[in-house]
């Protein structure tokens, strides 16, 4: 199929009438449309709660712990008595 035969079988498709929709087609779409949106925004507030649930774990568990002090060394013993 070359260029010309392409254009004359789109013309000839966008010519056609458009096939008739089905009267109670929009009432379906709107409906399923709005149950997407909530569900998307209900499991983008999820994901929110989760994120702020794991960044509250982590600072109390980095408080609590405090990771960036340097242990006490166990390896020689006190000095005592001199």
């Known amino acids: 199929m070359n260029r010309t ?6 013309r000839r498709l966008l010519e056609q009438t458009p096939p008739q929709v ?3 087609l929009y009432e379906d779409v709107v ?3 709005g ?3 909530r569900r998307r925004t209900a ?3 999820v994901m929110w709660l989760l994120l702020l649930a ?3 774990a982590f600072v109390v568990w ?3 712990v405090r990771p960036w002090v340097e242990p ?3 390896t020689t013993p006190p000095l005592t008595g001199w």
């Not at 035969?5 to 789109?10: D, G, H, L, M, W």
């Open 5 to 10: 035969e392409r254009e004359a079988a789109v």
């Open 62 to 64: 980095a408080v609590t």
């Open 43 to 45: 499991v983008r507030r």
């Open 54 to 56: 794991a960044t509250v």
């Open 31 to 33: 409906r399923r449309g």
């Open 22 to 24: 089905p009267p109670d």
């Open 72 to 74: 006490p060394s166990q």
């Open 35 to 37: 149950r997407m949106l």
